[in-house]
C-alpha cells in the first residue's frame, strides 16, 4: 500500500520561506507524476504545482509562479515544495499527490490517484 507524508507545515509570517516535503513508502514513486495541492478554509482544493516522472518539467498555479519551486529526489521517494515571500493569502492546509496508475504521463495537474493527509501552513500577516 502506497503512503505520502507530507512534513514541513507550521507557522510563519509574511515574506518568510518554507519547504514542504512528501515522502512516499510502499512503492517506488520514479515513474510517477507527482503533484502539490492547497485547501484554504471554506474553500476549494485547488492544484499549486506539478512536476514529471524525472523532474524535468513542472507547472505551477498562477498564483505561486515565481514564489514556489517543486522537485524531486527519486533516490529518496521524496518530492519537495520551497515556498518563498509567503502571503496570508498561502494559509492551506497542502497535500501531496501521486498518480500511480499512468506511468511516466505528462498530465502535470492530474489526475492523482493517491493522497497524503496534508500539511497545515499558516502565514501571519
Known amino acids: 500500500q502506497v503512503q505520502l507524508v507530507e512534513s514541513g507545515g507550521g507557522l510563519v509570517q509574511a515574506g518568510d520561506s518554507l519547504t514542504l516535503s512528501c515522502a512516499g513508502s510502499g512503492r517506488s514513486l520514479s515513474s510517477s507524476t507527482m503533484g502539490w495541492f492547497r485547501q484554504a478554509p471554506g474553500k476549494e482544493r485547488e492544484f499549486v504545482a506539478g512536476?514529471?516522472?524525472?523532474?524535468?518539467?513542472?507547472d505551477y498555479a498562477d498564483s505561486v509562479k515565481g514564489r514556489c519551486t517543486i522537485s524531486r529526489d527519486n533516490a529518496k521517494n521524496t518530492m519537495y515544495l520551497q515556498m518563498n515571500s509567503l502571503k496570508p493569502e498561502d494559509t492551506a492546509v497542502y497535500y501531496c499527490?501521486?498518480?500511480?496508475?499512468?506511468?511516466?504521463?505528462?498530465?502535470?495537474?492530474?489526475?492523482?490517484?493517491?493522497w497524503g493527509q496534508g500539511t497545515r501552513v499558516t502565514v501571519s500577516s
Open positions: 512536476i514529471n516522472w524525472s523532474g524535468d518539467r513542472t
Open positions: 499527490a501521486a498518480d500511480l496508475r499512468n506511468p511516466y504521463s505528462s498530465w502535470l495537474s492530474g489526475p492523482f490517484d493517491y
